[in-house]
């Protein structure tokens, strides 16, 4: 499914049966475990939605209200038949994730099932009424499990639809030619800072900034960017203005500390030191916290924990999904042999990521030294 359809873009979500929108009641909407309902639209903000792929195929989705920031949710990972759905915050488990699964020959009408069970957003008892509860059930075709997801609005800044500009905006290639040595001396070392891939849309839920009210309506995304520099490493500078090799070992720290790791996911809620490995796919106590989802209980999803951080590393412009969640601080040592009468200089690589809100303005950066070293050498004339 092409998941741009629904990036930067508010939805009404209307019962194919009745013709009525999926409501969060106006006097709950900001509650956790306000009641998912129909009634009939009236343009109200607790009748429009956002809805964010969690990945990069599509596969499943998160649906939050446009009101609270809060998200769809069945309660207690529960798959009983006719359990009613709710409105609740962010906690990142299986229960607020769902597929769209298109309905045949009907444009724009999906079946919304949940991830944890398997059952479908069914209206109950098929009613056609205002106030008619939204459960889950399992499938059986009726028109009352059938949605419309019906654009009403664009997430716009300054009357620009930001989110639809940037993934429109193509990929800076890698600056992946480092500064070469033009003499034997020792060259100057400089900071120039080059951005490779394109920013990536990190949803609001994942982020650590304001409350999700707030967010949800001033910035629905956030730009994760990622610049990167070239910088000449002293222990790497070799003068052998002799007639023997020269060899020694070099060591250096690349990675997020600890710290640095901790606060990333934290801010962010992408893992970049594989903590989460353990917790994957387990059940675990409702004490648990993972960065950038809290509280957890229940069975955690893989695709919430890491799809966002494998489509996040892609678009930064590593090589691999899991590059980024492999920023785990390590020492490498490197053995370094100069030749006779040559002048050797390696250049470590630095990246820089940059949290910005929608609007632009700046709420966190990071820095961090990659694992890889650039080397260079020049003869020096006799």
């Known amino acids: 499914m092409d998941t741009k359809f629904f990036q930067g873009s508010i939805f009404k979500i209307t019962a194919k049966h009745s013709g009525k929108v999926l409501d969060i009641p106006s006097e709950k909407m900001k509650d956790d475990n306000a009641p998912l309902q129909q009634w009939n639209y ?37 798959i009983s038949e006719s359990e009613p759905v709710v409105q609740y915050s962010w906690s990142g488990g299986d229960n607020q994730l769902f597929e769209l699964n298109p309905v045949s020959g009907q444009s724009n009408t999906f079946y919304i099932r949940a991830k944890h069970s398997g059952k479908i957003l069914d209206i109950s008892g098929e009613s056609k009424d205002n106030g008619a509860k939204v459960l889950q059930y399992k499938s059986d075709g009726g028109d009352n499990e059938r949605f419309i997801i019906e654009k009403v609005g664009d997430v716009t800044i300054d009357g620009v639809n930001k989110v639809q500009a940037i993934l429109s905006q193509p990929a800076a290639a890698d600056p992946s030619e480092f500064p070469a040595l033009t003499s034997p001396q020792k060259p100057q070392s400089s900071r120039n800072w080059k951005p490779v891939g394109k920013p990536f849309l990190l949803p609001y839920f994942m982020v650590n900034d ?14 994760l960017s990622r610049e990167v520099c070239y910088t000449l490493n002293d222990q790497y500078f070799t003068y052998n203005n002799t007639a023997s090799e020269q060899e020694y070992e070099v060591t250096i720290r690349a990675g997020f500390t600890t710290e640095e790791s901790e606060n990333f996911s934290k801010t962010t809620g992408l893992e970049v030191a594989n ?22 209980s229940g069975e955690v999803s893989s695709e919430t924990s890491f799809s966002l951080t494998a489509s996040a590393s892609l678009s930064l412009g590593y090589s691999t ?10 020492e490498i040592r490197r053995l370094v042999k100069c030749q006779p009468y040559t002048s050797l200089a390696g250049w470590t690589q630095t990246s820089r990521f940059t949290l910005l809100r929608l609007d632009g303005s700046r709420l966190k950066t990071w820095e961090v030294l990659e694992g890889g070293v650039f080397i260079d050498d020049i003869k020096i004339p006799q």
Not at 210 to 223: E, H, M
Not at 275 to 296: R, S
């Open 42 to 78: 009236g343009d109200g903000i607790n009748q429009k939605f956002l809805i964010f792929p969690v990945d990069d195929v599509g596969r499943y989705f998160v649906i939050a209200s446009l009101a609270s920031g809060k998200v769809i949710h069945i309660p207690n990972f529960s």
């Open 210 to 223: 304001n409350n999700p009210a707030w967010q949800v309506q001033n910035s629905p995304y956030y730009l």
């Open 275 to 296: 903590t989460l490995e353990q917790t994957i796919g387990a059940k675990v106590g409702a004490e648990t916290k993972i960065p950038g989802f809290g509280k957890v």
């Open 321 to 330: 999904s899991t590059s980024l969640s492999r920023h785990n601080e390590q």
